[in-house]
T-cell receptor, first 113, second 112 residues
Framework: GIQVEQSPPDLILQEGANSTLRCNFS?????LQWFHQNPWGQLINLFY???GTKQNGRLSATTVATERYSLLYISSSQTTDSGVYFC???????????????FGQGTTLQVKP | DAGITQSPRYKITETGRQVTLMCHQT?????MFWYRQDLGHGLRLIYY???????DKGEVPDGYVVSRSKTENFPLTLESATRSQTSVYFC???????????FGQGTRLTVV
């Protein structure tokens, strides 16, 4: 099946710092999403970004589908950004991974005040 | 608009018992998914469904049974629960293949 690797696994920042999270995947995809899991366990949709670049406030994401990676940028981090960030992908139509939304292992972010 | 509703939110059951986790959606999305989340393993896909009466295995299907007789419901059954199935279970939906997926609040299941 499709492999999804996220890096780094853990990240500690001081409030106000910037960071970049990476997601590599092993096959062509027709869906790529970034999620934030808050301390209460809720999964929050951040970006639906199978290709291109999007921005939402202090967060932005870029997916380069031809090179099979995506980046999530967090600028001016706040303590409320703490939690686990997941990347998830679904294989392109016609592939053996069609329809399966597969998650990476996540990046655990801690923002210190 | 309730979106996705998982029930129960918390469940404790005994080893060997059958237990069913429910997932209900109000969006008429075609795709539905079940995941389990364990410490150190992220979210792993158990089963998914492309439409009513169409289901397929994910990464960790053993010990689970699903059905989808109606578009809006996708129950997950543990026919004989084991302690290794203690986990948090998430249901998700997507309008179509390749579309954005949305998650329910999760069900915390403990098998004793």
């Amino acid at each position: 099946g499709i492999q999804v690797e996220q890096s780094p696994p853990d990240l500690i920042l001081q409030e106000g710092a910037n960071s970049t999270l990476r997601c590599n995947f092993s096959d062509s995809v027709n869906n790529l999403q970034w999620f934030h899991q808050n301390p209460w366990g809720q999964l929050i949709n951040l970006f639906y970004i199978p290709s291109g670049t999007k921005q939402n406030g202090r967060l932005s994401a870029t997916t380069v589908a031809t090179e099979r990676y995506s980046l999530l940028y967090i600028s001016s981090s706040q303590t409320t950004d703490s939690g686990v960030y997941f990347c998830a992908v679904a294989g392109a139509r016609g592939s053996s991974n069609t329809g399966k939304l597969i998650f990476g292992q996540g990046t655990t972010l801690q923002v210190k005040p | 608009d309730a979106g996705i509703t998982q029930s129960p939110r918390y469940k404790i059951t005994e080893t060997g018992r059958q237990v069913t986790l429910m997932c209900h959606q109000t969006w008429s999305h075609s795709y539905m998914f079940w995941y389990r989340q364990d410490l150190g393993h992220g979210l792993r896909l158990i089963y998914y469904s492309a439409a009513a009466d169409i289901t397929d295995k994910g990464e960790v299907p053993d010990g689970y049974v699903v059905s989808r007789s109606k578009t809006e419901n996708f129950p997950l059954t543990l026919e004989s629960a084991t302690r290794s199935q203690t986990s948090v279970y998430f249901c998700a939906t997507a309008r179509q293949d390749g579309y954005e997926a949305f998650f329910g609040q999760g069900t915390r299941l403990t098998v004793v």
